[in-house]
C-alpha cells in the first residue's frame, strides 16, 4: 500500500491524550489510499466501485451485493477517538460505509435492520462530538444501536449479533463501557439520562448525557414523565428525538405501513411541513452568506433550527415542559448535526436541551425503504434484493394460531375486541385490524393505557382481548391489579413469548408472567399446551364474562396439533386438566409448553423401563386440585414442569400440597422450572439446555429419583 504524505487525508493528527504531550505531534495512518483517490468511497476486488460519491448530486450512492463491502475508511475507526479529526466529507463516507456494512453484516444474522440504518449519520455524528464513554449516550429501546456498536470496538464481532455467547442485540453495560444503559423495552432513556445527568452533577463530574429516543417510545407516559422531570431539575442533558414518522416496531398491517398513532405525531408532521419554518430556514440561509465567517456560519446554522425562529405547534409542548428545543433538523445531514452538537455541548448551562431531528427508517437501502415493515426485523436476507430467507414451516407461528381463533370468536360475538400497544405484527393483531378494523386499537407504545384503557371497555359490556408480550406486560402490572383485577372487570390478557424467547434475550423473555399473574385473587391463568388448546383457550377467555383471564403461549410455531374445526375453538371448563399418558410410579405434571417436553421425556424413559404417567395441568388458577390429589395418591414420584420463573406453577402445587397434608407422607415433589438468573440471548435448544428443561433433563430427574443416577447421568 502506498503513503502519499502530499494527501492531505493521508495522515492525520490525532488528539494529543494529556496536555502535557499537546507539544509532541501524533499521526494515526489511514488503512487505505483508496479512501483518498478522487470521490472517495471503496473499490472490491474487481475494481468495481461498491460505495461512490454521486459527482452531479453529492450524495452517496452503494451497490449492494453478496460481497463484503470494502470500507477504507471504517477499517480505520476502531473506536470514537478516531473520528475526532475526520472532515465533513470524510465523515459523510464514513456513515456510507457503515450503512454498507450493517446491510452486509445483519444479511448473514438476521437481526434489527431498518432502525440502525436510519439513525448511521446521527451516530457518526455524535461519536465524533463527544467523547463515549465519559460522555453517556443512552439508547431508547436499542434495537437501533447497531452502528454504535460497531463504532464502539465491537466490528469484529458483529457476525455473532444474538447468538448464542454473542453480542447482544440490544445496549449492554457489561457487554461495553460505552453503552451507558441497558435497554430492551422502550421509553426509558430520558428518565436514566436525567439521573445520570444528576448524578454528575452531585459527584461533581462535567460529561454530557444525551438520550436518544423515537417518535414511537415518545408515545409511553414514561417519556413525558420523565421530561416534566428534567424541565423542573434544570439538569443540563440533551434529548435528541428521532422522528422517522412510524413507532419503531413492525406495526405495518397487512395494506402497508400503518399511521403512527397518537397526537404528538400529529404535532411533528406540522411542525416539519410549517411553510414559516422553511422561510425562515432559507432566510438564515441568506443572512449567513451575507455575513460569512466561520463563527457566524455556525451561529446562523443553530438559529436556523432554533426555538426562536419558528412558532409551529409542536415545539410549544416541549418548552412548556422546560426543554429547550432545536429543530426540525435533517437527521441524515452529518453537517448539521455535528454542528448543533457541537453548539449545544459548548453551551456552559444549557438545561435539558431536545434536538428534534428527522429520519427515515431504512434509510439507504431500498428494500428497506420499500418494504411495509421498512425490514424492522428480519432473518438472512439477500443483501442484492432483500428478499429473506425465511424457510417454509409445516406449521404457523403460536400467534397466527391466536390471531385466527379470536377473528373465529369475534365473527360469532361482536363485542369482541381486540387492544395492542403498537404490535401489530408482533401479537397477530394485524389480522384481526384487517378484518375488524373498527374493533381493533392500537394504543401506542403504552401498556399503562392498554390495560386500563380495556378495562374501561369491559366495564361497558364488551369483550376486550388485550394481547401484549409477557415481559412488556410487566409495564403496566399496577393497572392489571388495580384497575382490572380487583375491579373484577373481564379483560381477557393474551401473553405472546412466553417463556425463553431466544435472540432477543432476557428484555423479551417472558418468565414472570405466570408468577405476577397467578397471585392476584380474581384472575383465571391458563397455558396451552399446543396450537389447538391455544384455540380452546380463547374460546374460553371469551366465555368468562365475571372476572379476568389470561392465557400465555410461546415464542415459535405450533407442533402439528389437530385444530378445531373452523378454527373455533371450545371452551374449556375451567381448573380442569387432563391425564394424556397413564402410567405408574412417578408422574409428570407439564404446564403450558413445557406438556411436549414431559411426553417426549416419557417416551425416552421408556427405553429404560419406565413408563411414567404425563398430565396436562392447563391451569395454574384455579388449580385442578382434583387432579393434584390423584397424581399424588397414585404415585411415589410427582414432578411440576413449567417455562416460567420461581413462584410460579410449581410453587402453586407445592403450596396446595402443603396445606392439604399431601406432602407428610412418602410422596417426592419436585419442581422444574427457569432457573433464577437472566438466561442470555442465543438459540432457543441452547438456551433450553442451560435452563435445564430439555426432556433429557426431564427424564434424569426421574431416573435419579427412581435411584437410577447412573442411568440418568448416561442420558443423550
Same mark, same amino acid.
Request: net charge neutral; with cysteine.
Given at each position: 500500500?502506498?503513503?502519499?504524505?502530499?494527501?492531505?487525508?493521508?495522515?492525520?493528527?490525532?488528539?494529543?491524550?494529556?496536555?502535557?504531550?499537546?507539544?509532541?505531534?501524533?499521526?494515526?495512518? /489511514?488503512?487505505?489510499?483508496?479512501?483518498?483517490?478522487?470521490?472517495?468511497?471503496?473499490?472490491?476486488?474487481?475494481?468495481?466501485?461498491?460505495?461512490?460519491?454521486?459527482?452531479?448530486?453529492?450524495?452517496?450512492?452503494?451497490?449492494?451485493?453478496?460481497?463484503?463491502?470494502?470500507?477504507?475508511?471504517?477499517?480505520?475507526?476502531?473506536?470514537?477517538?478516531?473520528?475526532?479529526? &475526520?472532515?465533513?466529507?470524510?465523515?459523510?463516507?464514513?456513515?456510507?460505509?457503515?450503512?454498507?456494512?450493517?446491510?452486509?453484516?445483519?444479511?448473514?444474522?438476521?437481526?434489527?435492520?431498518?432502525?440502525?440504518?436510519?439513525?448511521?449519520?446521527?451516530?457518526?455524528?455524535?461519536?465524533?462530538?463527544?467523547?463515549?464513554?465519559?460522555?453517556?449516550?443512552?439508547?431508547?429501546?436499542?434495537?437501533?444501536?447497531?452502528?454504535?456498536?460497531?463504532?464502539?470496538?465491537?466490528?469484529?464481532?458483529?457476525?455473532?449479533?444474538?447468538?448464542?455467547?454473542?453480542?447482544?442485540?440490544?445496549?449492554?453495560?457489561?457487554?461495553?463501557?460505552?453503552? @451507558?444503559?441497558?435497554?430492551?423495552?422502550?421509553?426509558?432513556?430520558?428518565?436514566?439520562?436525567?439521573?445520570?445527568?444528576?448524578?454528575?452533577?452531585?459527584?461533581? /463530574?462535567?460529561?454530557?448525557?444525551?438520550?436518544?429516543?423515537?417518535?414511537?417510545?415518545?408515545?409511553?407516559?414514561?417519556?413525558?414523565?420523565?421530561?416534566?422531570?428534567?424541565?423542573?431539575?434544570?439538569?443540563?442533558?440533551?434529548?435528541?428525538?428521532?422522528?422517522?414518522?412510524?413507532?419503531?416496531?413492525?406495526?405495518?398491517?397487512?395494506?402497508?405501513?400503518?399511521?403512527?398513532?397518537?397526537?404528538?405525531?400529529?404535532?411533528?408532521?406540522?411542525?416539519?411541513?410549517?411553510?414559516?419554518?422553511? /422561510?425562515?430556514?432559507?432566510?438564515?440561509?441568506?443572512?449567513?452568506?451575507?455575513?460569512?465567517?466561520?463563527?457566524?456560519?455556525?451561529?446562523?446554522?443553530?438559529?436556523?433550527?432554533?426555538?426562536?425562529?419558528?412558532? @409551529?405547534?409542536?415545539?410549544?409542548?416541549?418548552?412548556?415542559?422546560?426543554?429547550?428545543?432545536?429543530?426540525?433538523?435533517?437527521?441524515?445531514?452529518?453537517?448539521? &448535526?455535528?454542528?448543533?452538537?457541537?453548539?449545544?455541548k459548548s453551551m456552559p448551562a444549557p438545561g435539558p436541551v431536545l434536538i428534534?431531528?428527522?429520519?427515515?427508517?431504512?434509510?439507504?437501502?431500498?428494500?428497506?425503504?420499500?418494504?411495509?415493515?421498512?425490514?424492522?426485523?428480519?432473518?438472512?436476507?439477500?443483501?442484492?434484493?432483500?428478499?429473506?430467507?425465511?424457510?417454509?414451516?409445516?406449521?404457523?407461528?403460536?400467534?397466527?394460531?391466536?390471531?385466527?381463533?379470536?377473528?373465529?370468536?369475534?365473527?360469532?360475538?361482536?363485542?369482541?375486541?381486540?387492544?395492542?400497544?403498537?404490535?401489530? %405484527?408482533?401479537?397477530?393483531?394485524?389480522?384481526?385490524?384487517?378484518?375488524?378494523?373498527?374493533?381493533?386499537?392500537?394504543?401506542?407504545? @403504552?401498556?399503562?393505557?392498554?390495560?386500563?384503557?380495556?378495562?374501561?371497555?369491559?366495564?361497558?359490556?364488551?369483550?376486550?382481548?388485550?394481547?401484549?408480550?409477557?415481559?412488556?406486560?410487566?409495564?403496566?402490572?399496577?393497572?392489571?391489579?388495580?384497575?382490572?383485577?380487583?375491579?373484577?372487570?373481564?379483560?381477557?390478557?393474551?401473553?405472546?413469548?412466553?417463556?425463553?424467547?431466544?435472540?432477543?434475550? $432476557?428484555?423479551?423473555?417472558?418468565?414472570?408472567?405466570?408468577?405476577?399473574?397467578?397471585?392476584?385473587?380474581?384472575?383465571?391463568?391458563?397455558?396451552?399446551?399446543?396450537?389447538?388448546?391455544?384455540?380452546?383457550?380463547?374460546?374460553?377467555?371469551?366465555?368468562?364474562?365475571?372476572?379476568?383471564?389470561?392465557?400465555?403461549?410461546?415464542?415459535?410455531?405450533?407442533?402439528?396439533?389437530?385444530?378445531?374445526?373452523?378454527n373455533k375453538g371450545t371452551p374449556l371448563e375451567i381448573g380442569k386438566g387432563?391425564?394424556?399418558?397413564?402410567?405408574?410410579?412417578?408422574?409428570?405434571?407439564?404446564?403450558?409448553?413445557?406438556?411436549? @417436553?414431559?411426553?417426549?421425556?416419557?417416551?425416552?424413559?421408556?427405553?429404560?423401563?419406565?413408563?411414567?404417567?404425563?398430565?396436562?395441568?392447563?391451569?395454574?388458577?384455579?388449580?385442578?386440585?382434583?387432579?393434584?390429589?390423584?397424581?399424588?395418591?397414585?404415585?411415589?414420584?410427582?414432578?411440576?414442569?413449567?417455562?416460567?420463573?420461581?413462584?410460579?406453577?410449581?410453587?402453586?402445587?407445592?403450596?396446595?400440597?402443603?396445606?392439604?397434608? &399431601?406432602?407428610?407422607?412418602?410422596?417426592?415433589? /419436585?419442581?422444574?422450572?427457569?432457573?433464577?438468573?437472566?438466561?442470555?440471548?442465543?438459540?432457543?435448544?441452547?438456551?433450553?439446555?442451560?435452563? %435445564?428443561?430439555?426432556?433429557?433433563?426431564?427424564?434424569?430427574?426421574?431416573?435419579?429419583?427412581?435411584?437410577? $443416577?447412573?442411568?440418568?447421568?448416561?442420558?443423550?
Amino acid at each position: 500500500m502506498a503513503l502519499q504524505a502530499s494527501t492531505p487525508s493521508a495522515f492525520r493528527a490525532a488528539p494529543a491524550a494529556t496536555a502535557h504531550a499537546s507539544c509532541r505531534r501524533q499521526f494515526q495512518v /489511514r488503512a487505505s489510499a483508496t479512501a483518498a483517490s478522487a470521490g472517495g468511497g471503496g473499490v472490491n476486488g474487481d475494481g468495481k466501485m461498491m460505495i461512490r460519491r454521486e459527482p452531479e448530486t453529492g450524495a452517496w450512492k452503494i451497490e449492494f451485493s453478496g460481497e463484503k463491502p470494502p470500507t477504507p475508511l471504517l477499517d480505520s475507526v476502531n473506536y470514537p477517538i478516531h473520528m475526532k479529526n &475526520l472532515s465533513s466529507s470524510e465523515l459523510e463516507q464514513l456513515a456510507a460505509e457503515l450503512r454498507a456494512e450493517i446491510v452486509h453484516t445483519v444479511s448473514k444474522t438476521g437481526g434489527h435492520l431498518s432502525s440502525s440504518l436510519g439513525v448511521v449519520e446521527l451516530a457518526v455524528a455524535l461519536h465524533h462530538v463527544f467523547d463515549t464513554p465519559e460522555d453517556k449516550i443512552i439508547w431508547d429501546v436499542g434495537h437501533q444501536a447497531y452502528p454504535h456498536k460497531i463504532l464502539t470496538g465491537r466490528r469484529s464481532r458483529m457476525h455473532t449479533i444474538r447468538q448464542t455467547s454473542g453480542l447482544a442485540g440490544f445496549p449492554k453495560r457489561d457487554e461495553s463501557a460505552h453503552d @451507558a444503559f441497558g435497554a430492551g423495552h422502550s421509553s426509558t432513556s430520558i428518565s436514566a439520562a436525567l439521573g445520570m445527568a444528576v448524578a454528575r452533577d452531585l459527584l461533581g /463530574r462535567k460529561n454530557h448525557v444525551i438520550s436518544v429516543i423515537g417518535d414511537g417510545a415518545m408515545t409511553a407516559g414514561q417519556a413525558y414523565e420523565a421530561m416534566n422531570n428534567s424541565g423542573y431539575l434544570d439538569a443540563n442533558m440533551i434529548v435528541v428525538l428521532n422522528d422517522n414518522k412510524q413507532v419503531s416496531l413492525p406495526t405495518a398491517t397487512l395494506d402497508g405501513p400503518s399511521k403512527p398513532v397518537g397526537a404528538l405525531s400529529r404535532a411533528l408532521t406540522k411542525l416539519q411541513s410549517s411553510t414559516k419554518f422553511r /422561510r425562515l430556514r432559507e432566510a438564515a440561509k441568506a443572512v449567513t452568506k451575507q455575513i460569512g465567517g466561520p463563527t457566524h456560519e455556525v451561529a446562523a446554522k443553530v438559529d436556523e433550527y432554533a426555538r426562536g425562529m419558528i412558532s @409551529a405547534s409542536g415545539s410549544s409542548l416541549f418548552e412548556e415542559l422546560g426543554l429547550y428545543y432545536i429543530g426540525p433538523v435533517d437527521g441524515h445531514n452529518v453537517e448539521d &448535526l455535528v454542528t448543533i452538537f457541537e453548539k449545544v455541548k459548548s453551551m456552559p448551562a444549557p438545561g435539558p436541551v431536545l434536538i428534534h431531528i428527522v429520519t427515515e427508517k431504512g434509510k439507504g437501502y431500498p428494500p428497506a425503504e420499500a418494504a411495509a415493515d421498512r425490514m424492522h426485523g428480519v432473518v438472512k436476507f439477500d443483501p442484492a434484493t432483500g428478499k429473506q430467507l425465511k424457510a417454509k414451516a409445516p406449521t404457523l407461528s403460536y400467534t397466527q394460531y391466536f390471531a385466527e381463533s379470536l377473528i373465529r370468536e369475534a365473527e360469532a360475538d361482536d363485542k369482541v375486541v381486540a387492544i395492542h400497544a403498537a404490535m401489530g %405484527g408482533g401479537t397477530g393483531l394485524n389480522y384481526f385490524q384487517k378484518r375488524f378494523p373498527e374493533r381493533c386499537f392500537d394504543v401506542g407504545i @403504552a401498556e399503562q393505557h392498554a390495560v386500563t384503557f380495556a378495562a374501561g371497555l369491559a366495564a361497558e359490556g364488551l369483550k376486550p382481548f388485550c394481547a401484549i408480550y409477557s415481559s412488556f406486560l410487566q409495564r403496566g402490572y399496577d393497572q392489571v391489579v388495580h384497575d382490572v383485577d380487583l375491579q373484577r372487570l373481564p379483560v381477557r390478557f393474551a401473553l405472546d413469548r412466553a417463556g425463553l424467547v431466544g435472540a432477543d434475550g $432476557p428484555t423479551h423473555c417472558g418468565a414472570f408472567d405466570v408468577t405476577y399473574m397467578a397471585c392476584l385473587p380474581n384472575m383465571v391463568v391458563m397455558a396451552p399446551a399446543d396450537e389447538a388448546e391455544l384455540m380452546h383457550m380463547v374460546a374460553t377467555a371469551a366465555a368468562i364474562d365475571d372476572r379476568p383471564s389470561c392465557f400465555r403461549f410461546p415464542r415459535g410455531n405450533g407442533i402439528g396439533a389437530v385444530l378445531p374445526p373452523g378454527n373455533k375453538g371450545t371452551p374449556l371448563e375451567i381448573g380442569k386438566g387432563r391425564v394424556l399418558v397413564g402410567g405408574t410410579r412417578v408422574a409428570l405434571l407439564g404446564y403450558g409448553s413445557m406438556v411436549q @417436553a414431559c411426553l417426549k421425556a416419557a417416551e425416552a424413559l421408556k427405553e429404560h423401563d419406565v413408563f411414567v404417567t404425563v398430565a396436562d395441568a392447563r391451569f395454574c388458577k384455579p388449580l385442578d386440585t382434583e387432579l393434584i390429589r390423584e397424581l399424588a395418591a397414585e404415585h411415589e414420584v410427582l414432578i411440576t414442569a413449567e417455562e416460567g420463573s420461581i413462584g410460579g406453577f410449581g410453587s402453586h402445587v407445592a403450596h396446595y400440597l402443603s396445606l392439604s397434608g &399431601l406432602l407428610d407422607g412418602p410422596l417426592k415433589l /419436585r419442581s422444574m422450572f427457569l432457573p433464577d438468573r437472566y438466561i442470555d440471548h442465543g438459540a432457543p435448544q441452547d438456551q433450553i439446555e442451560e435452563a %435445564g428443561l430439555t426432556p433429557r433433563h426431564i427424564a434424569a430427574t426421574v431416573l435419579s429419583l427412581l435411584g437410577r $443416577p447412573l442411568e440418568a447421568l448416561q442420558l443423550k
